[in-house]
C-alpha cells in the first residue's frame, strides 16, 4: 500500500484565486469578450475550477457565463484497467455546444489523456467553433500533443512526484502541494 506525502505547498489560496482571476481576464482577451463563450468543467475538480472563473468573469465584464461538467469516464483510454464497473458521475450541460467558443476547464495538465477523452465526449455533444484549454497546474510530461492556452503555474515535475490540488468545495482547503508516492 502507498499514500501521498507532501513535500512542498505551491500555491495558497491567495496565489489560486490571483491565478483564477489571471486566467479569466485572459479567456476574455483570446476571445474578444464572451458573447459566444461557455466553460465546461472536467469532473471532478475542473467544475469548481470554471465556476470560480465564470464568477470572475461576471465581476469583470457583467456577464454569467455558462458553465457545465463533464464526466469522461466512459471516454478514458484505460477504461478496461479501472475495472468492469467504472462510476459514472454524469455530464450536466444543459446548453448547445455548437458553434460556442469552447473552453474546457481541469485542475492538472500531466499527460495529456485525460484532454483527449474530453475533446472526444465535447465533440460527440456537438461542433464548437473552438475548443480552449483553461488549467490551474502544468507539471509537463505531456504524452500527446496537447497544451494548455490558458496556465495557472507551470509546474515542473519528476515522474515519480504528484501534483494534488485541494479545493474548499471537495477538501476543506485551497491549496496546491508537490507530494511524493512512498510505500506504507
Same mark, same amino acid.
Given at each position: 500500500?502507498?499514500?501521498?506525502?507532501?513535500?512542498?505547498?505551491?500555491?495558497?489560496?491567495?496565489?489560486?484565486? #490571483?491565478?483564477?482571476?489571471?486566467?479569466?481576464?485572459? &479567456?476574455?482577451?483570446?476571445? /474578444? !469578450?464572451?458573447?459566444?463563450?461557455? +466553460?465546461?468543467?472536467?469532473?471532478?475538480?475542473?467544475?469548481? *475550477?470554471?465556476? #470560480?472563473?465564470?464568477?470572475?468573469?461576471?465581476?469583470?465584464?457583467?456577464? /454569467?457565463? /455558462?458553465? !457545465?461538467?463533464?464526466? &469522461?469516464? *466512459?471516454?478514458?483510454?484505460?477504461?478496461?484497467? +479501472?475495472? =468492469?464497473?467504472?462510476?459514472?458521475? !454524469?455530464?450536466?450541460?444543459?446548453?448547445?455546444?455548437?458553434?460556442?467558443?469552447?473552453? @474546457?476547464? $481541469? $485542475?492538472? *495538465? =500531466?499527460?495529456?489523456?485525460? &484532454?483527449?477523452?474530453? @475533446?472526444?465526449?465535447? &465533440?460527440?455533444? !456537438?461542433? %464548437? #467553433?473552438?475548443?480552449?484549454?483553461?488549467? +490551474?497546474?502544468?507539471?509537463?510530461?505531456?504524452?500527446? %500533443?496537447?497544451?494548455?492556452?490558458?496556465?495557472?503555474?507551470?509546474?515542473?515535475?519528476?515522474?515519480?512526484?504528484?501534483?494534488?490540488?485541494? @479545493? /474548499?468545495?471537495?477538501?476543506?482547503?485551497?491549496?496546491?502541494?508537490?507530494?511524493?508516492?512512498?510505500?506504507?
Amino acid at each position: 500500500m502507498s499514500k501521498v506525502v507532501k513535500k512542498n505547498v505551491i500555491m495558497d489560496s491567495d496565489a489560486m484565486r #490571483r491565478a483564477l482571476v489571471r486566467i479569466a481576464h485572459e &479567456i476574455i482577451e483570446k476571445n /474578444k !469578450g464572451v458573447n459566444n463563450v461557455v +466553460l465546461v468543467g472536467i469532473r471532478t475538480r475542473g467544475v469548481p *475550477l470554471a465556476q #470560480r472563473i465564470a464568477q470572475e468573469i461576471e465581476i469583470i465584464e457583467g456577464v /454569467k457565463v /455558462k458553465v !457545465g461538467m463533464l464526466d &469522461i469516464t *466512459l471516454y478514458r483510454d484505460d477504461l478496461s484497467t +479501472l475495472g =468492469y464497473n467504472p462510476i459514472v458521475h !454524469g455530464t450536466d450541460i444543459d446548453f448547445d455546444l455548437n458553434g460556442k467558443n469552447i473552453v @474546457l476547464v $481541469d $485542475d492538472v *495538465l =500531466y499527460t495529456g489523456r485525460t &484532454i483527449r477523452a474530453a @475533446l472526444d465526449a465535447v &465533440i460527440d455533444m !456537438g461542433r %464548437p #467553433r473552438s475548443i480552449q484549454l483553461a488549467v +490551474l497546474i502544468d507539471r509537463g510530461h505531456k504524452e500527446l %500533443p496537447i497544451r494548455a492556452d490558458f496556465v495557472g503555474k507551470n509546474v515542473p515535475t519528476a515522474h515519480k512526484e504528484t501534483i494534488e490540488v485541494t @479545493l /474548499k468545495e471537495h477538501d476543506e482547503t485551497d491549496e496546491v502541494f508537490i507530494g511524493e508516492v512512498v510505500a506504507e
